[in-house]
């Protein structure tokens, strides 16, 4: 089966983690994010996937190549300008070998029965299938209500109240004649232009509802959060470089002091003596030195982060240095290769 995964995005909500890495390739759970996607669609009958990359897409070919590593076939798709989901979409038909094809955001991590959606789909005979999923709280997300037999009824956009918990997943099954009704050359939004005028139609529009675990990666904290529950197991996926638990401590790193919460310690990475590391990604070769305290927060490649500093929600940049005994509190974003000196930033009293 093919798979089309939309990964040209530039991540502006991550920088400066995705200054020069695109979001899903940035290193969660030990391997580039898109990894795990991909290993999931692998695993669910996926043997092409085509990648509709914009944003740095030298950083996606360079590391998955042909796909023969993973047991797959992978092609690339560079669009000249962006062209937004549908766009995306239309714009690698000449690749789709034919017959129903799956669509992936390439940011949302998810427990979905994948091979389950493809079944439904078919079983429906539907033109599209999409992934439903249910939320606490359903007013920062456009809402999808369906009938009693699953047909998608209305798109509808953000509300104070919404009609419905169940909410567009990001991943969809789409019948090959779909293709022919999304305009070429041009931005589409699927959301806002394909699927509500496919209602309009009278297309059979399914919604598949999967209740286990959704994130969208596309902040800072859900970052951290969507790489500590694939450590911690919380999130199937057989990209893992290790088993779960406490802790993912990849080959070269050094542990001196606490790890836990699903921390990812990278490659070459130190964590020094008395230091504790809880709920965050250490990238390859960032140092954590004596004493510090590292809480739900991001060392980019190369960082260090000085003796008794801490870090809490905090993302620092690759390369950046931040001395001694700095503090660094929710929201805080260091840029690359900056330096701070020792003591710089504070937010207690106290020297």
């Known amino acids: 089966m093919d798979a089309v995964l939309l990964v040209g995005g530039q991540g502006t909500r991550l920088r400066p983690l995705t200054a020069t890495t695109p979001k899903p390739m940035l290193p969660t759970a030990g391997v580039p994010f898109l990894e ?23 950083v996606f070919e360079g590391y998955f190549g042909d796909g023969s590593r993973l047991g797959m076939e992978v092609e690339y798709v560079t669009e000249v300008e962006p062209l937004g989901t ?30 389950g959606l493809v079944r439904a789909h078919r079983a429906a005979n539907a033109d599209v ?4 999923t249910e939320v ?14 699953g047909r998608v009824t209305a798109f509808l956009e953000k509300m104070p109240e919404p009609v419905t918990n169940r909410i567009n997943a990001g991943c969809y099954v789409f019948a090959p ?13 699927v959301e806002r232009e394909t699927f ?21 990666l596309g902040t800072p904290a859900a970052f951290v959060r ?56 250490l990238f390859d070769g960032a140092v954590v030195a004596d004493g510090a305290r590292v809480v739900g927060s991001v060392v980019g490649r190369g960082a260090y982060v ?34 701070l000196a020792d003591g710089a930033v504070r937010f207690s009293s106290d020297a």
């Open 226 to 281: 969507g790489s500590c529950d694939l450590v911690l197991g919380r999130v199937p996926s057989g990209a893992l470089p290790g088993p779960v638990g406490e802790s993912l401590v990849l080959p070269g790193a050094r542990v001196s002091g606490a790890v836990s919460g699903g921390t990812t310690v990278g490659r070459e990475a130190v964590i020094g003596e008395g230091a504790t590391v809880e709920g965050s990604v």
């Open 129 to 132: 299938t999409l992934y439903l």
């Open 86 to 115: 549908g766009g995306g979409i239309r714009n690698v038909a000449d690749r789709l070998r034919g017959g129903d094809f799956l669509v992936f955001n390439g940011d949302v991590l998810s427990g979905l029965d994948i091979a």
């Open 36 to 58: 795990h996607l991909l290993v999931r669609a692998r695993d669910a009958g996926v043997d092409h996937a085509i990648l509709s990359t914009s944003y740095r897409p030298e």
């Open 306 to 339: 000085g003796p008794g500093t801490s870090l809490t929600g905090t993302i620092v940049g690759d390369g950046a240095r931040i001395g001694a005994r700095n503090e660094l509190t929710d929201g805080a974003r260091v840029w690359p290769d900056v330096t």
């Open 177 to 189: 004649h779909v293709l022919d009704r999304v305009p070429a050359g041009r931005p589409v939004s």
């Open 136 to 149: 606490a709280d359903a007013r920062a997300f456009g809402c999808v209500p369906t009938s009693a037999d």
């Open 196 to 216: 509500p005028a496919l209602l309009d139609e009278g297309a059979y529009v399914l919604g598949h509802v999967d209740t286990s675990y959704w994130l969208d």
